[in-house]
């Protein structure tokens, strides 16, 4: 009889202690080591986005070994993230701008002492070869598109509100005909020719790519917008199998895949400057730098 109490005084003490524990998963808890808030978890998106290889770099760089990166996707990280603000908990994820989360939530890019994430980017468009020759009007439409960040901000904040990502780029093309006719000036219309547009549904190329395809659609391309992971989008274009794609960060975060196939595509240029890739947390976390995630 007292050892049964003990134990069970022992389980209650145990109960109580998970208690404790349980409630300490929050910024505000006295001594778990921000590595233990976080519970060693970085979370990050689908497998071939360039962010989630340069984050196990930095996981190397920073020596944060005890660390595991989540494979998921854009919409599961973004749940993430939602669920973990508004409850003020601790949480770092793969982040990248232009992207509709720092419109919505106060949040950070951690310092980068090390430059794993590399410096500002750039988004390119990138087509097949041959394109030029078989569809001239695409191939100048897609040579002159180019755009600001808080054009793409318009469409990913709408699709992040519950719209359909196609009848947001039919209202930013609406509303935008003075850049959009910047793009299709002089450009012959054509009658129903077959355009593939692939891209990797990451927020802000599900917002690109609805985006262009509904301006070729207006000049009469009958438009197909296939979604893939970021290998076989690459791949796509290099073996002309898809015509285009808007997606391209360059120069670091695609730098593989750009590497693998440069002889065989075409490089049309910037269509966005400015875009970066980092970890970012919220605001509310007292952190600065990935190194900060060792203590
Ligand atoms: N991203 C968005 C992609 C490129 C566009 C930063 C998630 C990537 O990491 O490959």
Request: charged share 20%.
């Amino acid at each position: 009889m007292k050892k049964y109490l003990r134990n069970l005084g022992v389980v209650a003490g145990l109960s109580l202690t998970l208690l404790v524990a349980g409630c300490g998963a929050d910024t505000t808890s006295g001594d778990a080591s921000i590595a233990e808030q976080l519970n060693y978890t970085i979370t990050g998106i689908d497998a071939g986005a360039g962010i989630m290889a340069a984050t196990e770099e930095a996981i190397e760089a920073y020596g944060l070994e005890g660390y595991n990166l989540q494979t998921s996707s854009s919409a599961a990280m973004t749940a993430a993230l939602a669920a973990a603000y508004e409850n003020e908990e601790p949480i770092v994820v793969t982040g990248w701008t232009p992207h509709w989360k720092f419109a919505k939530y106060d949040l950070k890019y951690l310092e980068d002492p090390q430059g794993v994430f590399g410096e500002a980017e750039s988004i390119h468009t990138i087509v097949r070869k041959g394109l030029e020759t078989d569809h001239p009007s695409a191939y100048q439409v897609l040579d002159n598109f180019y755009w600001e960040q808080a054009d793409m901000g318009e469409i990913m904040v709408a699709v992040n509100e519950g719209a359909d990502p196609a009848d947001a780029a039919a209202e930013w093309v609406a509303n935008n005909q003075d850049k959009v006719s910047q793009w299709t000036e002089g450009v012959a219309e054509v009658n129903g020719d077959k355009l593939t547009l692939v891209f990797v549904a990451w927020d802000s190329e599900i917002a690109s790519t609805h985006m262009i395809g509904k301006v070729l659609e207006d000049i009469g391309y009958d438009v197909e917008l296939l979604s893939l992971e970021a290998a076989g989008m690459w791949t796509a274009v290099a073996t002309g199998s898809a015509d285009a794609l808007v997606a391209a960060w360059l120069p670091g975060t695609h730098a593989v895949y750009y590497e693998d196939y440069k002889e065989d595509f075409v490089d049309l240029g910037v269509n966005l400057e400015g875009a970066a890739i980092g970890l970012v947390v919220p605001a509310y976390m007292d952190i600065t730098s990935i190194e900060d995630l060792n203590n």
